[in-house]
């Protein structure tokens, strides 16, 4: 399916959720990445090669490392990038290694997140009139 403009969307359990080369959400059977499977590093890997500049993509708390560099993939092509802050993280783990990596446009809390996120919608409202 497309994705449209104010939905959230989940993998299916055990599989990864990408973006084809047609713009498509797809349920990926790749095998897992580290272990993981649904792996958000899949996801922005595939949301960088279609979406590039175009995308925003956001790093909340968890373990490990997994979408950090793809986060990094992503604000190197353009895309704004948000990865949680510290204080208001249970596990800092997958915000904190892309923090690392200089991957995070910005390191907010998430209420402050979705402030910028409003914000960005609203501006580019007001843009397209």
């Known amino acids: 399916m497309k994705p449209e ?3 959230v969307y989940f ?3 055990g599989t990864h959720l990408e973006v084809d080369t047609s713009g498509r959400l797809t349920a990926s059977s790749k095998p897992p990445v580290d272990g993981h499977r649904p792996s958000v590093t899949t996801t922005f890997d595939s949301v960088a090669r279609y ?3 175009a995308a925003l ?3 909340l708390t968890g373990m490990g490392r997994d979408g950090a560099e793809e986060l990094r993939l992503l604000k190197e092509k353009g895309a704004v990038t948000f990865a949680q802050d510290k204080d208001s ?6 915000p ?3 923090i690392k990596l200089d991957a995070a446009t910005f390191i907010l809390a998430p209420d402050k997140i979705a402030a910028v996120l409003t914000d960005l919608a609203n501006n580019k409202k007001e843009s397209q009139r």
């Open 5 to 7: 403009p104010g939905h």
């Open 11 to 13: 993998p299916a359990e």
């Open 51 to 53: 979406y590039g500049d």
């Open 57 to 59: 993509a956001v790093l």
């Open 89 to 94: 993280s249970v596990v800092h783990g997958m």
């Open 96 to 98: 904190g290694e892309a």
